[in-house]
C-alpha cells in the first residue's frame, strides 16, 4: 500500500474530510467545517491545510488585517501612519492525533513564509497572530511573536522593512 505525502495546500471541502479533524478545542473544530463553505462566494479568508491526502493533519487561516500603529511594540512603530496593513493568523490548530510532533511549528514556518511571499508584492508589514489561549501566546512567542500593547493573546510578528522578514 502506498502512502500519500503530506503537503500543504488550500483547504477543498470537496478534497479534505473537515469533519474528522479534532484539535480538542470544540470552537476551532467547528471553525474549519464551517470556513471557506462552499456555499460561500467569495471568502475573505484564505485556509491553508497540511494534509496526507483526504486526512487534515493542521490548518491555518489567514486574512488581510489593519492594525492601529499606536498598538504595535514600540520599537515597531510608524509614525506617518495611522494604521498598518498585516496579514492576520486567525487560527492555527493540529490533529490530536498529531500534536507535539512538530507539526505546529512547520504550520507556523508556512505561514509566515506564505505572508512573506505576499509582503513582498504588496507591503505587507508582517503577522498578526490571535492566541485563544495563553498557552497558545506563549507557543506564538516561540517564533519572534511580540504581544500587541493592548492584549497579551493578539501577537505581531513584524517583518523587518530591509530584508522582509
Known sequence: M??????????????????????GVKSV?????????????KPLTRVYVLAQA?????????SAHSVPT????VNHTIQRYHEAPFLLLGSLAVDKHYQKQGYGSSLIFHA?????????????????ADAHDVST??????????????????????FSSKTGA
Open 2 to 23: 502506498k502512502i500519500s505525502p503530506m503537503k500543504f495546500e488550500l483547504l477543498n471541502h470537496k478534497q479534505h474530510d473537515c469533519h474528522a479533524f479534532n484539535c
Open 29 to 41: 473544530n467547528v471553525y474549519l467545517q464551517r470556513i471557506n463553505n462552499p456555499i460561500q462566494h
Open 54 to 62: 483526504h486526512r487534515i493533519i493542521g490548518y491555518y487561516a489567514l
Open 70 to 73: 499606536n498598538v504595535l511594540p
Open 112 to 128: 509566515v513564509k506564505t505572508t512573506h511571499k505576499l509582503a513582498e508584492k504588496a507591503g505587507i508589514l508582517g503577522m498578526i
Open 137 to 158: 501566546a506563549v507557543f506564538y512567542q516561540k517564533f519572534g511573536f511580540k504581544p500587541l500593547t493592548t492584549s497579551k493573546q493578539r501577537l505581531v510578528l513584524p
